[in-house]
RNA sequence: UUUCCUGUGGUGCAACGGUAGCACGUCUGAUUUUGGUUCAGAAGAUCGUGGUUCGAAUCCAUGCAGGAAAACCA
């Protein structure tokens, strides 16, 4: 109760407004996606904002598909836009698409006609584009600007009609070719598209153009607070120009920052190019900053709002770093992940004092974090292990509390070994390690006495059952991709994907999809959608901070 | 060199004329049968210059820096 958290500029307008009684304090907000590709994690940003704004100030949310350019637009990608938004864990009042809306606003365009506020165009894009001036030249009117109304009117009939090609003719709003704004020196309408589009069919020929479409279709649904990035700011006097010219309900636009994140590209123009051109394995690929990769990489919906809670809202330019994320999925996963053993680069351990032949159950909780451990499983053990490669030294620094000639460590959940004897291979590599075990020093009724500094995972030799580990580095090389010179594809980082075969305790066979499990001091995985009965396939979603590593880098 | 937006620790967000705070990261140390977790602590910031004021991160002026704006894309 006392915690008061301060708000972000957003909260603080909307809650001006309800103060001062605008809309009967009604707070409605939209979020309103493109389907011309997945989300991602910069949409969640907006998807937490606009839905958190209308459950904090008892509101709603419409899902709005801003669907009007068909040639780009897809049904693929509505379904899993709203897969992505319910899996977010938000529900949306209304299920609504601009196209719903193209008979209103041809009504719209209309009226603007007649009040001489728009004309008819023949010129061609390129014509148009060198009438409009530059930001620091004012544009020009052309001879089409001073046709009638009555020209106009029937022109745009027969626009609709389907009487002209693509591209012949446009409607423009006639605003004011010298406006500083570029936006408003006479913005296209409408334009002609003989295309199918994936909800009207064949029915239009034209089609709206975003400024013509956005706010009328927040005015149709009486949205209070239009919230939209930054980019958008110079096409809030055209949204108000409109509102006003058309006597519609008065919905305002509001502008905040776009995330962006460290080590990745937001853009959906890019994030299409790296899937069309194989780069990764789809949208849901895990090394996508998308919905569904992160999804598919293990990522909790809990861990990405918390996400967007932390980063906040403001309209400064950011770069997020991609250290919060992993936070946030760190912190969600520590507390709820199941514990298991699973040794991704193996290297053979024989205890030579354990019986040949013999088996032990071993157990280990399923959650230490949590009360009782959540229940737990079995883990055999017996004479021959599987380590961790660099849990051996054969010269160990100083402060390496793992195995090397002579030293003790415990066995997770097992007992405490003594490294008596190691055997290499002719090119010098470790091939076993031989160990003998301290029996009194079982886990949970150790009675020998003794103390080691380490722990480390293990898997039974004979018990282990294989599986394909998938482990993710960043997808590109630097922090800001975009900001490189050149194409963006040349930054990418070759190694951000590694395929190893890894050694995994029994229990792991019947690994639950969309579960999050910790691989003991090796991360949280996931079981990747590839994954079968016959060949087990996990993704590593973040690794654990690791203290040792920090170490050694420093020297 | 037109118009608009933005400048607070490394990063992100607060402080709304009255002691610059929180989080991530970084660095110490403690605890630990995960070098995880947890706990304790430390370092580190108001773009510059003037002005208004008893008092300025906050208001004004000016400079500087970064970003945005000219698709029949959204």
């Known amino acids: 109760m006392s915690e008061e958290k301060s708000l972000n500029f957003i909260e603080e307008i909307v809650e001006e407004d309800i103060r001062a ?42 899902l709005r598909f801003d669907d009007t350019n068909p040639v780009t637009e897809d049904t693929e990608y509505v379904e899993s836009i709203k897969d992505d938004v319910c899996w977010l864990g938000f529900e949306w009042a209304n299920e609504l ?103 009207t069919g064949d029915k239009w020929c034209i089609y709206p153009m975003y400024d013509f479409a956005h706010g009328q279709s927040d005015a149709i649904e009486e949205i209070t607070h239009s919230i939209c990035t930054l980019e958008f700011i110079p096409h809030r006097a055209l949204y108000e120009w409109f509102i006003e010219k058309l006597e519609i309900f008065p919905s305002r636009q509001y502008e905040m920052a776009r995330l962006n994140l460290t080590y990745t590209v937001m853009s959906k ?50 770069l997020i ?29 024989v205890i030579t004092n354990y019986p040949e032949g013999q088996d032990d159950i071993l157990h280990g909780e399923n959650n230490p974090e949590v009360e009782g ?3 737990g499983r079995d883990i055999p053990f017996s004479r021959e292990l599987y380590i961790e490669r660099e849990d051996f030294m054969e010269v160990p620094p100083k402060k390496f509390f793992r195995l090397g000639p002579g030293l003790m460590v415990r066995l997770k959940h097992a007992y405490i070994i003594k490294c008596e004897d190691f055997v290499k291979d002719a090119d010098g590599n470790i091939t076993e390690i031989h160990c003998s075990y301290i029996p009194e020093s079982k886990s949970g009724q150790d009675t020998s006495g003794i103390h080691v500094k380490g722990t480390i995972h293990w898997v039974s030799v004979p018990h282990a059952k294989t599986a394909e580990v998938r482990l993710y580095d960043r997808l590109f090389k630097s922090e800001d991709p975009s900001a490189e010179e050149g194409d963006f594809k040349d930054d990418l980082n070759p190694n951000s994907l590694q395929v190893i075969n890894a050694f995994v305790e029994p229990d792991l066979a019947t690994a639950l999809p969309g579960k999050g499990y910790q691989f003991l001091r090796k991360g949280y995985f996931t079981l990747d959608k590839y994954s079968t009965a016959e060949k087990l396939v996990f993704n590593r979603t973040v690794t654990l901070k690791d203290a040792w590593a920090k170490e050694v880098k420093k020297g």
């Not at 890019?270 to 849901?284: P, S």
Request: aromatic share 8%; net charge positive; charged share 30%.
């Open 21 to 62: 009684g605008k809309h009967n304090g009604r707070v409605h907000t939209r979020f309103p996606p493109e389907p011309n590709g997945y989300l991602h994690i910069g949409h969640a940003k907006s998807i937490c904002l606009n839905f958190g704004l209308a459950k904090r100030y008892n509101g709603k949310t419409n």
């Open 97 to 199: 698409y601009a196209s719903d809306y193209f008979d209103i606003i041809y009504g719209f365009a209309m009226s603007l006609i007649k009040q001489g506020l728009a004309y008819v165009d023949d010129s061609t894009a390129e014509e148009i584009a060198a009438q409009k001036g530059t930001p620091t030249e004012p544009g020009t009117a052309n001879q089409y600007r001073s046709r009638s109304i009555e020209e106009n009117v029937q022109l745009f009939e027969e626009m609709k009609a389907g009487k002209y090609p693509d591209g012949a003719k446009v409607l423009r709003a006639k605003v004011d070719m010298a406006s500083p704004n570029m936006h408003m020196r006479d913005p296209i309408m409408y334009r002609i598209k003989h295309a199918h589009h994936h909800r």
């Open 269 to 318: 123009r890019k994030l299409l190019q790296l899937v069309n051109e194989g780069h990764v394995d789809g949208w849901d690929d895990p090394r996508m900053p998308t919905i569904s990769g992160l999804r598919r990489r293990g990522y909790t919906s809990a861990s990405i709002r918390e996400f967007c809670d932390r980063i906040g809202v403001a309209k400064r330019e950011n």
């Open 321 to 349: 770093d991609v250290g919060l994320l992993e936070f946030c999925i760190r912190e969600d996963l520590n507390k709820t992940a199941w514990r298991r053993m699973a040794v991704l680069d193996p290297v053979k351990l």
């Open 373 to 375: 451990g959540e229940g």
